[in-house]
Nanobody
């Protein structure tokens, strides 16, 4: 069983930056692909991006390309989402997930962290 805990959410101004962290309870996370998802207010959860278990590949949804970066530190069992040039429409609850590929098949989910961007 893998437990995931997100942190780093909060309030940011448009154009600002935040870095979200995802801490995993198990060292086996180093063998798992990791994803980030978000759920905007009143909308369904959507895919943000993912990172291969080795860290050698990342992909992002079009709306965040060039602004968001996913990285990981397997030695620390941590995954990060660096968010730059934030926009009002980035406001959402952000979730990290483990065990899937690209945008589907994730078996483990965190509880989410709120990101609010003021315009």
């Amino acid at each position: 069983q893998v437990q995931l805990v997100e942190s780093g959410g909060g309030l940011a101004q448009a154009g600002g930056s935040l870095r979200l962290s995802c801490a995993a309870s198990a060292r086996t996370i180093s063998l798992l692909n990791m994803g980030w998802f978000r759920q905007p207010p009143g909308k369904e959860r959507e895919f943000v991006g993912w990172i291969l278990w080795s860290g050698s590949r990342t992909d992002y949804t079009d709306s965040v390309k060039g602004r968001f970066t996913i990285s990981r530190d397997n030695a620390k069992s941590m995954v990060y989402l660096q968010m730059n040039n934030l926009k009002f429409e980035d406001t959402a609850v952000y979730y990290c997930a483990a065990g899937g590929t690209y945008d589907s098949g994730y078996q483990y989910w965190g509880q989410g962290t709120q990101v609010t961007v003021s315009s």
